[in-house]
């Protein structure tokens, strides 16, 4: 289902070893004989920039001098077919293909003001032919100049599993704009994707911003205090998940001290020492929790196979 997308970078200087296609016909040195376009080669020799060519030793071992420009990385060149074209996809309007369309981010949480972005997020499922073809599905669709973006079905199914924060608060805003049946029993499901994973996946996010945070306060000697409220809100979720079953999402209880973070009106040492009396509310709530191990797998499995017959005709 992964669709990757190779771009060429022609700014890259490419390793000695680097197995390569011939875009252009290249003659042999002194002989009045040339190979074709799409010889393979690997490059024995590499410039120090690409105003430079690059020495390739082709199969009989000729060496010959070749351009970036001249050349296609081996794995890429085979790949390309196998790329969806625009012509393809263009047939296609995934983003009439949403059926779940809900808001997250400040205006979810209760955090938001007259500058704030609407951030909406959501679940698109696309026509059974697209999984069929050789191009399969983009994993997601954006439109970053509104804000939006949605997981393919089974990705957003996959991201809940392994509990990621982002898709976890899509199931349980309370903005809902766009609701299909599919989505509407999806939501009555939502439960099966909370599990101890919360603790790890929670936790370790903090814990690495929090020291990217540091690092930004020794060298710049500031930091991105939204951000840093946003990552003391996932603490407080996070315990709130494992000690009530559910994901919450509007924030009232803590408004005020959270928008001090952001205002900075509260200290870098006080927002620290905030986290780590949290990390150990979180501990406790851990080792006491009621939430299974691992998420229930088997039932997502089947909600994805019953959502796909749905669209097989389609």
């Known amino acids: 289902m992964t669709n990757t997308t190779f771009s060429t970078n022609f700014n890259l200087i490419l390793p000695v070893g680097t197995q390569i296609v011939t875009k252009i016909e290249v003659k042999k040195p002194g002989e009045n004989r040339t190979w074709k376009q799409g010889a393979v080669g690997v490059i024995v020799k590499s410039p120090t920039d690409n105003s430079h060519a690059y020495s390739v030793k082709l199969p009989d071992g000729t060496e010959v001098s070749l351009r970036r420009h001249e050349l296609s990385i081996r794995k890429q060149f085979q790949s390309e077919g196998l790329q969806p074209g625009c012509d393809f996809l263009a047939e296609y309007n995934l983003f009439d293909r949403v059926i779940y369309r809900c808001i997250v981010g400040s205006?979810?949480?209760?955090?938001?003001?007259?500058?704030?972005?609407?951030?909406?997020?959501?679940?698109?499922?696309?026509?059974?032919?697209?999984?069929?073809?050789?191009?399969?599905?983009?994993?997601?669709?954006?439109?970053?100049?509104?804000?939006?973006?949605?997981?393919?079905?089974?990705?957003?199914?996959v991201l809940a599993l392994k509990a990621n924060p982002n898709v976890l608060e899509c199931l349980y805003t309370p903005l809902v704009e766009t609701l299909s049946s599919v989505a509407e029993e999806l939501l009555s499901l939502r439960e099966i994707f909370l599990s101890q994973l919360v603790y790890q996946t929670y936790n370790s996010y903090v814990l690495s911003q929090f020291k990217k945070m540091e690092q930004d306060l020794r060298n710049t000697g500031d930091i991105r205090w939204k951000?840093?409220?946003?990552?003391?809100?996932?603490?407080?979720?996070?315990?709130?998940?494992?000690?009530?079953?559910?994901?919450?999402?509007?924030?009232?209880?803590?408004?005020?001290?959270?928008?001090?973070?952001?205002?900075?009106?509260?200290?870098?040492?006080?927002?620290?020492?905030?986290?780590?009396?949290?990390?150990?509310?979180?501990?406790?709530a851990f080792s006491k929790t009621n939430l299974p191990e691992r998420p229930n797998y088997e039932k997502a499995n089947q909600f994805l196979i019953k959502a796909r017959r749905l669209v097989v005709d389609s």
């Open 227 to 284: 951000h840093a409220m946003h990552l003391i809100r996932l603490l407080l979720s996070g315990i709130t998940v494992l000690q009530e079953g559910f994901v919450p999402v509007r924030v009232e209880d803590y408004r005020s001290q959270l928008l001090a973070i952001r205002n900075r009106e509260m200290s870098w040492e006080e927002v620290n020492q905030w986290r780590l009396s949290l990390h150990q509310e979180f501990d406790r």
């Open 107 to 157: 205006r979810a949480y209760g955090l938001d003001n007259e500058q704030s972005d609407t951030d909406r997020r959501g679940i698109y499922q696309p026509p059974a032919i697209l999984h069929w073809s050789l191009y399969g599905v983009p994993e997601q669709l954006e439109d970053r100049e509104n804000q939006e973006c949605y997981w393919e079905l089974q990705k957003f199914l």
